[in-house]
């Protein structure tokens, strides 16, 4: 993969970062930060750095939301069956372990589904349709899923089963004749936050419940590590709202979290206080795991757990579930890449779409993710799956997949998903054809600079500037995420003092100045190739991003390094 371009976000007026400055009482790299947050105000600012839960929007703001409020009430008051169903992915299975552990408070004819990945697919299924109807259902709330199932509504409507819908995806141009469709991305939803996960948007029932119901919404605010899970799987904005629950979500992570949850912190083996960042690496794939290699109800049945003991079997099955998740999708990857350095044709296009029968559905997203690391290009997977082909897309920067994949839906049985990641169905005999309009497609609306991997870099900071009260200011700036990343630096003309050594011949570690500042420490993984140039002395210009180290017990700040360019 090639060096990463460096693009410096531009710099707000001198005259607005200086006003913010003075208001604050801060440095001015950090208005800066704040002012390219869009946070231009001391009022806005305060909300920001003190998020609370008061500032949450009424969910009754939502279309729907009234209606879908009055059918659960109806179904709790006269005891009717409820089915809480929800998709296999880190957002659906803690949508179901929210919305299911709190109604079952106050409702006993009520129980989950999940969809089987391999035998009924994404989103609402027939066969789930069937089951509930068999059991005597009438009411099912669905979770991340059923923006884009209007078939499966009507056929469920016509055998007495209501539902409500709980989605944040796209919706397609046909709304499903539910009960309530609650999602905020419909047109007509004047909600005034479009980014919430899946289960945030079921959170936000659960909320308008407890207010019909005259019950204390404090009665929510421990589920919120479910919440912020989702939240930080499902890579949404870490803006608004979402901010907001995910920074109570990781202070109740951190503090007090379900025993699910704790049981798989500890197989993560974290030692330092929970992140977005451990949670995306450590937690998701393992609940992930549980879906793509078993069946996705062994996650619910871990985040239901009531006690520590209870969950620790559960976790250590879903842990061993995630090792061999591992084993399948380095060799699938592997098989992939191969796929396209042994066609030109494949190696010249500016999309990757392939297909193996035999791969296995539940990691060809992350096979798809690490084939666009490699190539940087709009990335399809595909797999047999049912007699059909199913398949996972994943995005570059600045490029919407979903909007390039719609414009093929004529090849497709149906898809759904976000700008960056979505899902797909088609019949064999398609995929060929597929193939080469997604290619068309592709080829028409990117643009050669979005094919270049890019590093975003908030601001040049002087070496001379750095210190602990910048730092301590910058680490209340989390939780960091999408549109909220951690910021990145960029110093030029920096040098090492004669330090420069390799880790494990893999890892610089040295000392850096710029024109006579006291020497800092840096740390850069996997540049071994920058080795000779810098302990040669020459100057070079550094990205990076700020953390605190700790070595026998002694804390000091030090870079940790995004890129490296030579003057």
């Known amino acids: 993969m090639s060096e990463k371009k460096w693009h410096l976000k531009p710099v707000p007026e001198t005259s607005k970062v200086k006003a913010l400055a003075s208001a604050l009482n801060v440095a001015e790299p950090l208005a800066t930060l704040l002012l390219q947050r869009g946070i231009d105000t001391f009022d806005l600012a305060r909300d920001f750095f003190r998020p609370e839960l008061q500032q949450l929007h009424d969910p009754f703001l939502m279309k729907d939301m009234q209606h879908a409020v009055d059918r659960l009430v109806k179904a709790v008051n006269t005891k009717e069956k409820i089915l809480v169903y929800g998709d296999y992915d880190v957002d659906g299975t803690t949508s179901v372990a929210l919305v299911y552990n709190f109604l079952a408070r106050y409702h006993k004819e009520i129980d989950f589904y999940i969809p089987d990945r391999h035998k009924e697919g994404y989103g609402i299924s027939y ?73 945030g948007v079921g959170f936000k029932l659960l909320q308008a419940f407890c207010a019909q119901k005259n019950i204390s919404q404090e009665e929510l605010y421990p589920s919120l590590d479910l919440v912020a899970v989702s939240i ?43 992140n977005v960042s451990n949670v995306v ?21 871990l985040l239901l757990a009531g006690t520590l003991a209870e969950a620790a079997e559960d976790a250590k099955l879903i842990d061993s579930n995630n090792l061999l998740r591992r084993d399948v999708d380095s060799r699938m990857t592997e098989e992939a890449l191969e796929l396209i350095t042994q066609n030109e044709k494949f190696k010249r296009a500016k999309s990757t779409v392939l297909y193996k029968e035999d791969w296995h559905k539940g990691v060809i997203g992350i096979v798809a993710s690490r084939c666009m690391d490699h190539y940087y290009r709009p990335t399809i997977i595909l797999t047999q799956s049912e007699g059909k082909v199913a398949g996972s897309a994943r995005s570059v920067w600045g490029f919407d997949v979903y909007e390039a994949i719609a414009a093929c839906s004529d090849h497709l049985i149906q898809f759904g998903g976000h700008m960056y990641a979505a899902g797909l169905t088609m019949y064999p005999e398609q995929v060929e054809s597929f193939r080469e309009r997604f290619e068309e497609v592709v080829s028409s609306r990117i643009s050669d600079e979005l094919l270049i991997p890019r590093q975003e870099i908030d601001l040049e900071l002087p070496l001379s500037e750095i210190n602990y009260k910048l730092y301590n200011i910058i680490r209340q700036m989390a939780p960091f995420g999408p549109e909220n990343m951690q910021p990145v630096f960029m110093a030029r003309g920096v040098q090492d003092i004669g330090s420069v050594r390799l880790l494990k011949d893999q890892h610089l ?49 030090q870079l940790v390094v995004k890129g490296i360019q030579f003057s």
């Open 127 to 199: 066969v789930g349709i069937d089951w509930a109807n068999e059991h005597g259902y009438t009411l099912i709330i669905s979770l991340d899923c059923g923006i884009k199932s209007p078939q499966h509504i009507e056929h469920a409507s016509k055998l007495g089963i209501d539902f409500i819908i709980c989605d944040h995806h796209n919706p397609g141009e046909v709304i499903p004749k539910a009960v309530a469709v609650l999602d905020p991305k419909q047109k007509d939803c004047r909600y005034p936050y479009k980014e919430l996960s899946g289960c």
């Open 232 to 274: 930080c799987a499902d890579i949404v904005p870490i803006t608004g709202e979402n901010r907001i629950l995910t920074w109570y979500g990781l202070k109740q992570l951190n503090k007090s979290p379900r025993p699910g949850l704790e049981a798989l912190i500890q197989f993560s083996a974290f030692k330092k206080e929970l």
């Open 281 to 301: 690496f450590g937690i998701a794939p393992r609940i992930n795991a549980a879906g793509r290699i078993k069946h996705a109800r062994d996650a619910v049945k």
């Open 509 to 557: 570690k040295m000392k850096i100045t710029q024109e006579g500042s006291a020497p800092i420490d840096v740390i850069g993984f996997g540049m071994p190739q920058h080795f000779e140039r810098i302990k040669k002395g020459e100057k070079f210009n550094v990205c990076f991003t700020l953390e605190e180290n700790d070595f026998q017990g002694q804390t000091t700040l």
